[in-house]
C-alpha cells in the first residue's frame, strides 16, 4: 500500500468513527440514566476490589481516544483472551472522580446494554443475558428512547465499514452464539420478542450499588 493510500484510509476510518460517535450521541432515556443507579458502571473497581474497565473498538484509540485517554492498560492476546486478528486491546478506566467527559465517551458507553451481533450474514443488535453490571434500564427498556435505538443500529452499521471492527463483531457473536448468550435482539423490523419479567428480576438481583 502507497503512502498516498494509507494517508486515504486514515480519512476515511476517521470519518466513519466520527459519524459513527455522532449517530451514537443519543440518551437511552429522557434525563441522565445515571442518576438512577449511582453511576454503577462508571465504577473503577468491583464488589471484590477488582478493577473495572472497557474495551475499547480496535483503531478507536487511535482515532479518536488518544487525546483523551489517559488511565488505560495495554492488553495483548498472549495475556488475554482476544480474537486472533488483534494483537493487542486497549483497556481503559473511567474517570468518574473528574466528571463524566460525556462529549468523548467511547463506543461502549455509547451504545451499552446493545452488542452489534452478525448471524448468517445478518446484522442485528443484542442485548446478553450475562450482564456484568445488571443495567436498571434492561427492566424500564419500554423508556427506551427510538431515537437511541435508531442511532446504535446505524453506528455499528457506519463502524462495519472498517474491515477490523467487522471482524471483531463476528469474532464475539459466534462467542455468543456458542454459549447461547442472547436474551433479545434487535433488528431493523423491531425487538424479536419482549424481555421477560423474570430475565428482569434476575437483572436487578445483580446490582450492587
Known amino acids: ?23 451514537m450521541d443519543e440518551a437511552i432515556i429522557a434525563g441522565n440514566c445515571g442518576e438512577l443507579c449511582g453511576y454503577h458502571c462508571c465504577r473503577r473497581n468491583d464488589v471484590d476490589g477488582k478493577q473495572l ?24 492476546r498472549r495475556q488475554y483472551n482476544l480474537p486472533p486478528k488483534i494483537k493487542k486491546s486497549y483497556y481503559i478506566y473511567c474517570h468518574l472522580t473528574e466528571g463524566c467527559l460525556r462529549d ?3 463506543i461502549q458507553c455509547r451504545t451499552y446494554p446493545f452488542e452489534p451481533h452478525l448471524e448468517n450474514g ?28 435508531d442511532g446504535v443500529y446505524n453506528g455499528w452499521l457506519e463502524l462495519m465499514k472498517i474491515p477490523i471492527i467487522k471482524y471483531n463483531i463476528e469474532y464475539f457473536s459466534k462467542e455468543r452464539i456458542a ?24 437483572v436487578k438481583s445483580n446490582i450492587t450499588i
Open 1 to 23: 500500500m502507497t503512502d498516498k493510500n494509507k494517508k486515504s484510509m486514515r480519512g476515511d476510518y476517521q470519518a466513519i468513527f466520527e459519524k459513527a460517535y455522532h449517530l
Open 53 to 76: 474497565g472497557m474495551y475499547l473498538l480496535p483503531l478507536e484509540y487511535e482515532y479518536m481516544q488518544c487525546a483523551v485517554v489517559t488511565d488505560y492498560d495495554l492488553h495483548s
Open 122 to 149: 445478518a446484522f442485528s443488535l443484542v442485548i446478553e443475558k450475562e450482564q456484568i453490571h445488571g443495567c436498571v434500564l434492561i427492566g424500564r427498556n419500554s423508556e427506551w428512547r427510538q431515537a437511541f435505538i
Open 104 to 106: 468523548h465517551r467511547p
Open 179 to 202: 454459549a447461547n448468550n442472547i436474551m433479545t435482539r434487535y433488528t431493523s423490523n423491531g425487538f424479536d420478542n419482549p424481555i421477560s419479567p423474570a430475565t428482569i428480576a434476575k
